[in-house]
């Protein structure tokens, strides 16, 4: 966490970022915040609802939404006790991820804890534009890891989520349900490297990267 809250805090006064390391597999739910607006917004409140409510209330800040990168279970499974504290709250996906978000077969809740479905979404489409803490967040379709796969890119801020699609040094895994590995390939090559390269890559899970970092080392853009 240490390191985040540094780099974020040379880039802009405005925004902070807080990442919690959660539940059965290591999941990066970060949660991104505005102080003098008292406001955040969650991505990815994969699981530990108790604690993101906590590290909410340290930070005096309530959350104006949820952004999910996708429908896996460790990316979602926090979200039906965060309604319960926030009723009001509203949960964004991007549209072609309804399907595992109401299978629970597909969002695998079923093999870690009580199966689990999201039938309260708002759904999102490619390169729509969402305003929260007063800055501008972009919806990136990015299939491959899952057909509904998405990044939120925030240009004011230079930042990406990059969700379980880009990570340092390589990429998410394509052999679960509507899975690709040339959509993968594609999304990473073709879309996010469109990217400027100081853009910071907060990705799903393990360490931060950059655009410019993973144009030189990432597995995928060393493929023939
Ligand atoms: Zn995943």
Redesign the pocket.
Not at 61 to 75: K, M, N, Q, R, Y
Not at 79 to 84: C, D, G, R
Not at 105 to 122: A, I
């Given at each position: 966490m240490g390191v985040f809250q540094i780099l974020f805090q040379e880039r802009t006064a405005m925004l902070k970022i807080s990442r919690l390391v959660v539940g059965y597999v290591a999941t990066n739910c970060y949660i991104v915040y505005n102080e003098q607006a008292g406001a955040c917004v969650i991505v990815d409140p994969g699981d530990n609802a108790a604690g993101i409510i906590k590290t909410m209330k340290e930070k005096k800040v309530s959350p104006e939404a949820i952004l999910l990168t996708?429908g896996?279970f460790?990316?979602i499974l926090a979200v039906p006790e965060l309604l319960e504290e926030y009723p009001d709250l509203s949960v964004y996906a991007y549209e072609k991820e309804q399907r595992l978000l109401t299978d629970a077969g597909l969002n695998e809740t079923r093999m870690v804890r009580k199966p689990m479905v999201l039938n309260d979404v708002h759904y999102l489409k490619d390169g729509e534009e969402l305003d929260f803490l007063g800055t501008k967040w972009q919806v990136i379709s990015t299939p491959g890891?899952?057909a509904g796969s998405c990044c939120y890119y925030l240009p004011g801020e230079a930042v990406l989520f990059s969700g379980?699609t880009l990570f340092d040094g390589d990429c998410?895994r394509t052999d679960l349900p509507t899975g690709n590995s040339a959509e993968i390939i594609h999304s990473i090559r073709e879309i996010l490297m469109k990217l400027p390269d100081d853009t910071q890559v907060l990705p799903?899970h393990e360490t931060l990267t950059t655009i410019g970092r993973e144009r030189v080392q990432n597995i995928v853009m060393r493929m023939a």
């Amino acid at each position: 966490m240490g390191v985040f809250q540094i780099l974020f805090q040379e880039r802009t006064a405005m925004l902070k970022i807080s990442r919690l390391v959660v539940g059965y597999v290591a999941t990066n739910c970060y949660i991104v915040y505005n102080e003098q607006a008292g406001a955040c917004v969650i991505v990815d409140p994969g699981d530990n609802a108790a604690g993101i409510i906590k590290t909410m209330k340290e930070k005096k800040v309530s959350p104006e939404a949820i952004l999910l990168t996708h429908g896996h279970f460790d990316h979602i499974l926090a979200v039906p006790e965060l309604l319960e504290e926030y009723p009001d709250l509203s949960v964004y996906a991007y549209e072609k991820e309804q399907r595992l978000l109401t299978d629970a077969g597909l969002n695998e809740t079923r093999m870690v804890r009580k199966p689990m479905v999201l039938n309260d979404v708002h759904y999102l489409k490619d390169g729509e534009e969402l305003d929260f803490l007063g800055t501008k967040w972009q919806v990136i379709s990015t299939p491959g890891h899952t057909a509904g796969s998405c990044c939120y890119y925030l240009p004011g801020e230079a930042v990406l989520f990059s969700g379980d699609t880009l990570f340092d040094g390589d990429c998410g895994r394509t052999d679960l349900p509507t899975g690709n590995s040339a959509e993968i390939i594609h999304s990473i090559r073709e879309i996010l490297m469109k990217l400027p390269d100081d853009t910071q890559v907060l990705p799903g899970h393990e360490t931060l990267t950059t655009i410019g970092r993973e144009r030189v080392q990432n597995i995928v853009m060393r493929m023939a």
